[in-house]
């Protein structure tokens, strides 16, 4: 009686699929970044422009374009220029020049977001090197993990699920995850203690940043939670984690994109959380209880109330240069 081996995974259809669903996330980059433009350039003065953010958002997008154009060429070679019924196993050859260019372009990718990520953290702590030490260091080592595990999966012949490469990639998404939600909640922290100082010192009854703390939560939740249903699919050895990939390659460029979009237009929680939202009210500065380390600083807040003090610090409008 003959034996047949393991079924082969319909990979051209799953790929089909993912590809479809990393191309709606594309299309959606498009309009979130042509807006964000439309924020950094049109909604501030050309002397207040933030040009970090500029160069950053550019960038994310271009990498983001470039993995489409990959992808776009791996259709080709899969359903036009191989033979036809080949397309599945074009697509098992992980180790391909594509695949790993692509691989390439996502870990540029989430290092660029995770650093922009930190950069927020470091501001929002009134530019303190020591807060963001250690994110840097994590950052650091996760994308050499994921730049080891990529020159791993390069070599021909190395599966998916290599062993070596299996272990490379726990510390990458380990390392990721880590790095997003520990600075996702320092950002966090720090906006819920300023605002419960605002709070007490001015007798509001909510806290001025709730609308801010949520908005940064669910962004970076956005990015977060994608990788870690792929890091949950990789674990469970789900060759459905290549495709997940390349969504998580544009939810990479949504997530700082879209924390722009709503600031700078005012589409938050909450009536005066952003810093571009018309009001009547009057900027202020406040004293601060909060970090004697950023005694120095002032805080802009946008209030009905006027107070003044000698020790005070800045944070108000978030997409000034150097600020969110």
């Given at each position: 009686?003959?034996?047949?081996?393991?079924?082969?995974?319909?990979?051209?259809?799953?790929?089909?699929?993912?590809?479809?669903?990393?191309?709606?996330?594309?299309?959606?980059?498009?309009?979130?970044?042509?807006?964000?433009?439309?924020?950094?350039?049109?909604?501030?003065?050309?002397?207040?422009?933030?040009?970090?953010?500029?160069?950053?958002?550019?960038?994310?997008?271009?990498?983001?374009?470039?993995?489409?154009?990959?992808?776009?060429?791996?259709?080709?070679?899969?359903?036009?220029?191989?033979?036809?019924?080949?397309?599945?196993?074009?697509?098992?050859?992980?180790?391909?020049?594509?695949?790993?260019?692509?691989?390439?372009?996502?870990?540029?990718?989430?290092?660029?977001?995770?650093?922009?990520?930190?950069?927020?953290?470091?501001?929002?702590?009134?530019?303190?090197?020591?807060?963001?030490?250690?994110?840097?260091?994590?950052?650091?080592?996760?994308?050499?993990?994921?730049?080891?595990?990529?020159?791993?999966?390069?070599?021909?012949?190395?599966?998916?699920?290599?062993?070596?490469?299996?272990?490379?990639?726990?510390?990458?998404?380990?390392?990721?995850?880590?790095?997003?939600?520990?600075?996702?909640?320092?950002?966090?922290?720090?906006?819920?203690?300023?605002?419960?100082?605002?709070?007490?010192?001015?007798?509001?009854?909510?806290?001025?940043?709730?609308?801010?703390?949520?908005?940064?939560?669910?962004?970076?939740?956005?990015?977060?939670?994608?990788?870690?249903?792929?890091?949950?699919?990789?674990?469970?050895?789900?060759?459905?984690?290549?495709?997940?990939?390349?969504?998580?390659?544009?939810?990479?460029?949504?997530?700082?994109?879209?924390?722009?979009?709503?600031?700078?237009?005012?589409?938050?929680h909450g009536s005066n959380t952003t810093a571009y939202a018309s009001t009547a009210?009057?900027?202020?500065?406040?004293?601060?209880?909060?970090?004697?380390?950023?005694?120095?600083?002032?805080?802009?807040?946008?209030?009905?109330?006027?107070?003044?003090?000698?020790?005070?610090?800045?944070?108000?409008?978030?997409?000034?240069?150097?600020?969110?």
């Amino acid at each position: 009686m003959a034996t047949t081996g393991p079924a082969v995974p319909p990979l051209d259809k799953m790929f089909l699929i993912g590809i479809w669903i990393e191309t709606a996330l594309y299309g959606i980059s498009c309009v979130v970044f042509s807006t964000a433009l439309y924020v950094l350039l049109h909604k501030r003065s050309s002397q207040t422009r933030p040009l970090f953010l500029l160069l950053v958002s550019c960038s994310l997008f271009a990498l983001a374009t470039a993995h489409v154009g990959l992808v776009l060429r791996q259709l080709l070679e899969a359903f036009i220029y191989s033979p036809p019924g080949t397309a599945t196993l074009y697509f098992a050859d992980q180790s391909a020049p594509i695949p790993v260019a692509k691989l390439v372009l996502y870990s540029v990718n989430v290092f660029t977001q995770d650093m922009v990520l930190v950069w927020r953290l470091w501001i929002v702590w009134g530019r303190n090197w020591r807060i963001v030490i250690v994110p840097i260091i994590l950052e650091c080592m996760h994308t050499a993990a994921a730049f080891i595990a990529e020159a791993r999966g390069a070599i021909p012949g190395i599966p998916v699920f290599d062993k070596i490469l299996h272990r490379w990639a726990l510390v990458n998404w380990s390392l990721d995850l880590t790095v997003n939600i520990g600075v996702t909640a320092g950002i966090a922290y720090k906006l819920w203690s300023v605002g419960m100082t605002i709070q007490s010192l001015t007798g509001r009854n909510s806290n001025k940043y709730y609308g801010a703390i949520l908005t940064v939560i669910e962004s970076g939740g956005l990015f977060t939670t994608a990788t870690l249903v792929t890091f949950s699919l990789y674990l469970s050895g789900q060759i459905a984690t290549v495709m997940a990939i390349d969504s998580v390659m544009q939810l990479a460029v949504l997530t700082p994109l879209l924390i722009i979009v709503r600031v700078g237009l005012g589409i938050t929680h909450g009536s005066n959380t952003t810093a571009y939202a018309s009001t009547a009210a009057a900027t202020s500065t406040l004293p601060h209880a909060v970090s004697n380390s950023l005694a120095s600083r002032q805080v802009r807040i946008d209030i009905q109330k006027s107070t003044t003090s000698n020790s005070t610090y800045e944070m108000g409008k978030m997409q000034d240069g150097g600020k969110f």
